[in-house]
């Protein structure tokens, strides 16, 4: 009976959405008190059955309950208990379900956290999330349903894609979701302030932790996505423009704008329009990315949909969601103050210039994404649109971001002057030219690399000698967390320009076709095809190999790759094996075997690629210490 409870609790909470949606609106329109109370436990009730029907459906897999299709096409009696319940959301259905359960609770946190709120502001965020709970609950439960049950039983299921039996997906998706749903919080606040006409540095500051949560869970699950496929799809890249790589990307580049132009309405009162609209495209874009997985209109390792039916209702619920948001910004927006005035060198032009940049290149990637779908759907053929054309195109227009993100600090509020602002930055400058020289003298480096490094170093050192002058001018105590937040989040884009040029500039690799002892060579190392033996795995077996790393002066390194073949689906994976060090890692992943015994190899060494992931961290750790700022994390009282 565990899926039929599923299911009635899904129903019980699409009940609960609705009234959430249409109670909590009306009474905030009608300025009904009673109404507007009912808001936030209307939105617990429903957090509390959507977590029973996902926990249903947890219980499902655990229990490899096969009378239910989507237990039985996405499990199996061998499968690790662990991968079990990531299976959870390793489908459609579930993945719609992980999607309801990360909204719900975002909705749960917003009723606990938002007392200081005035009535109608919180009864109107809670009804707009209430009537997107709306919209998925019900696609779910009429279009893909988990608890659909299956006659007769079969004796097992069909297994979890091998591609997801991994760790990185058990925390990959949920994390990814967070960030994607988050954006709901800041969406529903902008609505909000259209509807009311009120958006004030009060707004902003009630906003900016939400978003900053929402982008830091993001930035961690596109992390995770991309360290995923890194060690697991065999290639040894990291980041390929897959499109559903760039459905969570664009997300994220309209965030970063969103936050800054957070930063401004709170400190400054003005940006308003632009703080709503990028809001609006935040969540719009989060949405068009689930469109674009759960439709079925890509082919990726990342898309498990392909019912076109599925495709028509959330195309449907985008075009209302996006559609009637843009048109009640069109008519509200003029109606919001323009706040204060500011000169043409000044942090708030600076910072407006950061975020045309950054939609700027939202659209070219959103225009690299959808053309080839495009051109198919219009019947002109088909095109591929890959890596080539977001480099030419991505990379130049970062450029200005890269140095305005240095710069802007040091920068003044409302108006500065030239002068002043050389005195403070050129101590930075003349230490990033340095920098960067040193290391092209030093390693004789291409143009694009030595670029990279001086962005680089700017990046880092800007960032480093502006707190040092905060320190200089104010005590430590009296410098609030979110300026070290954006301190730290400054150095970790340094640390990531400077990881990314390294291991695009500076990497080797090499293929080759090799039997059991022979030797292959790649950036001064020996990697030499020791043994290889045979392996049973818990629904899998394997070809491990033994790889013994060499280089004069240096310890012998041992790596174990894998080729493995999955029992249930007889589908083969790429297990590479990594030795990760400060500086660089050593790569090494095997293909198919020749009928002469020679296996196909694949050897990298990889500079600096360890820095790229610590980079994300700390981007993310800035986040976290600027949403941990003591004026968000005030008492809050009815």
């Not at 079990?84 to 990360?102: C, D, I, K, P």
């Not at 954006?183 to 978003?211: H, I, Q, Y």
Request: proline share 5%; net charge positive; with cysteine.
């Amino acid at each position: 009976m565990i899926p039929e409870l599923g299911n009635l609790s899904l129903i019980l909470a699409l009940i609960l959405s609705v009234l959430q949606g249409g109670l909590s609106l009306y009474g905030a329109q009608r300025g009904e008190v009673a109404w507007m109370s009912l808001a936030r436990p209307l939105a617990c009730g429903q957090c509390l059955f959507v977590a029973l029907s996902f926990g249903a459906l947890v219980c499902s897999f655990v229990a490899n309950d096969f009378s239910v299709l989507y237990v039985a096409s996405h499990a199996n009696s061998l499968l690790p208990w662990p991968f079990r319940v990531a299976a959870t959301w390793g489908g459609h259905e579930g993945s719609l379900l992980l999607w309801q359960l990360m909204l719900s609770s975002w909705a749960l946190a917003v009723a606990w956290r938002s007392a200081a709120w005035p009535a109608p502001t919180r009864a109107r965020v809670l009804g707009v999330l209430g009537l997107i709970g709306v919209g998925f609950l019900s696609f779910t439960l009429f279009t893909s349903n988990p608890f659909e049950r299956l006659l007769p039983v079969p004796p097992d299921g069909q297994d979890l894609n091998p591609l997801l039996q991994d760790p990185g997906m058990i925390f990959h998706p949920p994390l990814l979701y967070m960030g994607y749903v988050g954006f709901s919080v800041a969406f529903a606040m902008a609505v909000t302030a259209l509807l009311s006409g009120e958006l004030d540095a009060d707004w902003a500051k009630w906003g900016r932790p939400w978003t900053l949560a929402a982008w830091v869970c993001l930035t961690l699950g596109i992390l995770l996505g991309s360290f995923w496929a890194y060690y697991e799809l065999g290639w040894g890249g990291w980041w390929f423009w897959d499109a559903v790589e760039n459905a969570s990307f664009m997300p994220w580049l309209v965030g970063t704008a969103l936050l800054h132009s957070l930063a401004v309405t709170e400190k400054r009162g003005t940006f308003r329009s632009w703080t709503v609209l990028l809001a609006i495209l935040a969540f719009s874009l989060s949405l068009l990315g689930t469109f674009l997985v759960r439709s079925g209109v890509l082919s990726s390792v990342h898309a498990f949909a392909s019912d076109p039916k599925r495709g028509v209702y959330i195309l449907v619920f985008l075009l209302i969601v996006i559609g009637g948001s843009l048109g009640l910004y069109a008519w509200r927006a003029p109606r919001l103050a323009p706040g204060a005035r500011y000169g043409l060198l000044s942090r708030e032009s600076l910072l407006l210039l950061n975020n045309v940049f950054l939609l700027v290149t939202t659209g070219t990637v959103l225009l690299g994404t959808l053309y080839p779908l495009a051109v198919e759907v219009l019947g002109l053929g088909r095109i591929s649109v890959g890596p080539p054309y977001f480099e030419s195109v991505f990379l130049p227009l970062m450029v200005p971001v890269l140095m305005l993100l240095g710069l802007g600090p040091f920068v003044a509020w409302k108006r500065a002057r030239v002068a002043p602002l050389w005195r403070r930055v050129e101590g930075a400058f003349w230490v990033a030219l340095a920098c960067a020289a040193g290391v092209v003298l030093a390693r004789k480096t291409s143009p694009g690399v030595a670029a990279g490094l001086w962005l680089a170093a700017w990046i880092i050192s800007a960032s480093i000698w502006h707190a040092w002058q905060r320190l200089h001018a104010q005590s430590p105590r009296a410098i609030p967390l979110s300026f070290w937040g954006m301190v730290v989040a400054h150095v970790g884009v340094g640390v990531f320009v400077l990881g990314v040029t390294m291991v695009k500039g500076l990497d080797h690799g090499q293929d080759g076709s090799l039997a059991v002892g022979e030797s292959v060579s790649a950036g001064g190392y020996t990697f030499r095809f020791a043994d290889l033996q045979k392996q049973q795995g818990p629904n899998y077996v394997a070809a491990r190999a033994r790889f013994e790393v060499t280089q004069v002066g240096h310890p012998r390194i041992t790596l174990f790759p894998e080729k493995r073949l999955y029992l249930v689906q007889r589908m083969p994976m790429t297990e590479a094996a990594i030795d990760r060090g400060v500086f660089r890692d050593l790569y090494v992943s095997i293909g198919e075997a020749s009928p002469d015994g020679r296996w196909g190899v694949r050897v990298q060494v990889k500079p600096f690629m360890g820095w790229v992931w610590v980079a994300c961290l700390l981007i993310a750790l800035g986040g976290v210490l600027a949403a941990a700022d003591r004026r968000y994390r005030r008492e809050r009282h009815e």
